[in-house]
């Protein structure tokens, strides 16, 4: 964590997409702190650089421009491994769309990613999942496969949706994209 107990920090982040013909500024001047504990939530329209900053933030992509800290640890040369050691152990992505594996159970797609972890016992991860498809008002469709019930895949964002938020005074390029934020209570 950064001294100061802010997790992410970003500033005059920028992010252009260069084509033969065309530059695309996706990101332009944006400035993000986010504490530890606290969640954050953005929305709006269609190519206002939602997709673009989460990809960033997730270190699936890099900023054309601005600073980027995660921990207090500027993220600009990490390595490609050290960027899936971090993803793997230190981000989680919600997905708005189907991308549970259909032939898996509700379970096994929950479990998937914590077989990533080294050393960490099946009993361990299966207490893991139970505990958080409990958090979710899921523990009943464990069993279930994917395909038996839309609403799965999005359970988690739903889960998240249902807490209140406050605005969050951050835009990314297009001033139509909100935020909003709320602090963990524990």
């Not at 650089?49 to 800290?69: A, E, M, R």
């Not at 479990?111 to 972890?117: G, I, K």
């Not at 390029?173 to 709320?182: F, I, L, Q, V």
Request: aromatic fraction near 8%; glycine fraction near 8%; proline fraction near 6%.
């Amino acid at each position: 964590m950064g001294s100061n107990g802010t997790l992410i920090e970003i500033e005059d982040l920028t992010k252009v997409f260069y084509t033969d013909e065309v530059e695309t500024h996706a990101l332009s001047g944006v400035h993000l702190t986010i504490a530890r504990g606290e969640y954050v939530a953005m929305s709006g329209p269609s190519g206002c650089g939602k997709s673009t900053l989460l990809s960033i933030l997730g270190l699936l992509d890099t900023p054309t421009g601005g600073k980027y800290l995660l921990n207090g640890n500027p993220v600009e040369n990490l390595s490609f491994a050290d960027r899936s050691r971090i993803r793997n152990q230190e981000i989680g992505f919600i997905f708005q769309s189907f991308n549970l594996i259909g032939d898996l159970t509700v379970e096994e797609n929950v479990e998937l990613p914590l077989t990533y972890r080294a050393g960490m016992p099946s009993a361990e991860r299966k207490k893991r999942v139970k505990d958080a498809l409990e958090r979710v008002n899921m523990a009943h469709r464990m069993k279930h496969y994917p395909r038996s019930s839309p609403a799965v895949s999005s359970s988690a964002w739903l889960w998240r949706a249902h807490w209140p938020v406050r605005p969050l005074s951050c835009w990314p390029t297009s001033p139509r994209a909100t935020w909003t934020r709320r602090t963990a209570k524990r």
